[in-house]
């Protein structure tokens, strides 16, 4: 839920600043500190999530393996290495999700989804492409924090 609430915040912030008229001003030293190109722009690396090969495991197994899919998601999140996260809904693609992961090379990614359970023990597996957006997008679980009623 709180990786759905990640990816809708961040299309909200979107089309709200687009629809917005309002001049602003560059901010050189945020720009700086989120590594921003002279576009406002970075590289991440796009994650989806399909279903995996793994179609054994026990509802005990893969409950186990969820808590600690979620609880990855959060460690990443906190140290900076996950912007964005979240589950699709219900598809015949058997996708089940996104990462969004604040590093500049798929290198760097493969290792960070070899620290998610549910993708070690092939319940959920991952492809990888790199991404280029806005430098911004980093800024998605700080509001995040600030906007959830509930945490997870």
């Known amino acids: 839920m709180k990786n759905t609430i990640f990816f809708l915040a961040f299309l909200f912030f979107s ?8 001049e602003t001003k560059y901010d050189e030293k945020l720009a700086k500190s989120l ?3 002279e576009y406002g722009m970075k590289k991440y690396v796009f994650c989806l999530l399909k279903s995996g090969s793994n179609t054994t495991a026990s509802k005990e197994e893969s409950k186990k ?25 219900k598809n015949d693609r058997n996708y089940r999700g996104i990462y969004i992961f604040n590093v500049e090379t798929v290198e760097e990614a493969k290792k960070l989804v070899e620290t998610d ?3 070690k023990a092939n319940l959920l597996e991952a492809e990888l492409t790199p991404w ?4 911004a997008l980093q800024e998605i679980p700080k509001m995040h924090e600030k906007i959830a009623k509930t945490k997870m």
Do not use: R, W
């Open 15 to 22: 089309i709200i600043g687009f629809s917005q008229e309002t």
């Open 117 to 119: 359970p549910a993708i």
């Open 35 to 37: 590594n921003a190109d």
């Open 132 to 135: 280029y957006c806005s430098a």
């Open 65 to 89: 393996m969820f808590e600690g899919h979620m609880a990855n998601i959060n460690k990443l999140a906190k140290e900076g290495k996950l912007s964005v996260a979240g589950p699709f809904m």
